[in-house]
């Protein structure tokens, strides 16, 4: 017990322990923690006043939101497209998931690169087919941003949805057909439902990873023109190391983590739904023998 | 679910448009790492270039074990930063195999208040 205990403390209590105290503090960076004074919740209450830190945390939830939504839809309906016995499944399935092997920031480099106005590779697409070029990484900041993230993590939803479409019974599947239903209404009545649980858990878990993205946006806009790119993770940094406001960034955080907590949350208590269903089918199914 | 050998062509071309999609910026900067800077912001070449190796040299200049021409000093340092990375990664491994598969021996070992907390 005690080697567990002390891992723990150390990766796990610790630091989170010193960023929730450090957030109850009016802390300069001259200072160690230990010098700070108390100041009990100013900091939280002053940030929810602050403009600029609702406007950070509202780009961050469309960010999450579309970023989510986007990737479940193209994830998932790349896996029911390519739910068949093709000769070249394996050399096609690494190719697709190779945008999410690369580094973020070689990702946010190139798609950078890629939006260039004048020389990138979009605009000069678009001009070539007689259309004007887009303005990018200015006007359009928060979509460009949001299309690199897709680019880079529809293959995580499309590995995980593609497993758990090739474990379903196919038996199911073969009634249907038998049954004379379409495709679509194969899909919507029998492969979807089945598929939900391992969806709803992949879907949780791209959320509160799309909470933490930075590199990417860093890279890509800085925080775009003016605030309008700005995500959570990147005020946090900007607050500590630009503004150097300790106390404010580990509010910040604070309320970050509260956020991922309750989704967490939200998790674990659909998990322990899903089980417990299962648990009072496998029992009326073992009483009606 | 019966194998189908014949697809419908236009599967086949959304096939080819989504792996395009793909694979299409990686390939892109990999061609760009062989042009010159000029080749690639002038925005016109394609794939019609004069393929070099100079990007390769800037990059790796300290080991390299000769000297590129056309490079005055060397700034970067590539090796130390390679096996920064080394390093990080191996023992960043190496202790999370450490440490999760004894969790995992306990968690599924021994009863205790919050192991099904714990298992999500």
């Not at chain 1, 989170?16 to 919740?41: C, H, K, N």
């Not at chain 1, 029998?190 to 939900?196: A, E, F, G, Q, S």
């Amino acid at each position: 017990m005690a080697p567990a205990a002390v891992i723990i403390v150390i990766t796990l209590l610790y630091p989170l322990g010193y960023m929730v105290y450090g957030s109850f503090r009016a802390w300069d960076p001259s200072q160690t923690i230990g010098e700070t004074e108390w100041v009990g919740l100013r900091n939280y209450i002053v940030l929810y006043g602050d403009p600029a830190f609702r406007e950070s945390m509202w780009v961050t939830l469309k960010f999450a939101f579309w970023v989510v939504t986007v990737e479940m839809i193209l994830g998932v309906g790349l896996a029911l497209l390519l739910d068949r016995k093709l000769r070249g499944m394996s050399i096609l399935r690494t190719l697709f998931i190779l945008p999410m092997m690369i580094a973020p920031v070689v990702v946010g480099l190139m798609w950078r690169y890629m939006y260039h106005p004048t020389v990138g590779t979009i605009n000069r697409w678009l001009k070539e087919f007689g259309f004007s070029g887009v303005d990018w990484l200015g006007q359009n900041a928060l979509l460009s941003v949001i299309i690199a993230d897709v680019w880079q993590w529809t293959p995580f939803i499309f590995i995980l949805a593609l497993a758990a479409l090739q474990s379903l019974p196919s038996s199911a599947i073969e009634a249907a057909r038998m049954d004379g239903a379409t495709n679509w209404q194969t899909i919507w009545h029998i492969k979807l439902p089945l598929m939900m649980p391992v969806l709803i858990v992949t879907c949780l878990l791209r959320l509160i990873d799309a909470f933490k993205v930075l590199e990417v946006i860093l890279v890509l806009t800085e925080g775009g023109p003016g605030l309008s790119t700005e995500i959570l993770a990147l005020r946090i940094s900007r607050t500590a190391t630009e503004f150097r406001e300790l106390g404010t960034a580990a509010a910040m955080s604070g309320y970050l983590m509260l956020l991922l907590m309750a989704l967490t949350a939200a998790m674990f208590i659909y998990t322990k739904l899903v089980e417990r269903r299962a648990q009072r089918l496998a029992k009326v199914v073992a009483e009606a023998d | 679910m019966h194998a189908q050998d014949k697809q419908h062509p236009a599967f086949y071309a959304v096939l080819v448009t989504l792996v395009f999609m793909a694979v299409g910026p990686i390939c892109l900067m990999f061609i760009n790492s062989f042009k010159l800077d000029v080749d690639i912001l002038s925005g016109t070449s394609g794939l019609l270039f004069m393929p070099t190796l100079q990007n390769y040299e800037t990059a790796l200049c300290d080991v390299l074990p000769y000297e590129p021409d056309h490079l005055d000093y060397c700034s970067l340092k590539i090796g130390g930063s390679f096996v920064n990375s080394l390093i990080i990664s191996i023992v960043s491994t190496a202790l999370t195999l450490v440490i999760g598969c004894m969790a995992a021996y306990a968690l599924v070992r021994f009863k205790f208040m919050g192991r099904d907390v714990a298992s999500v």
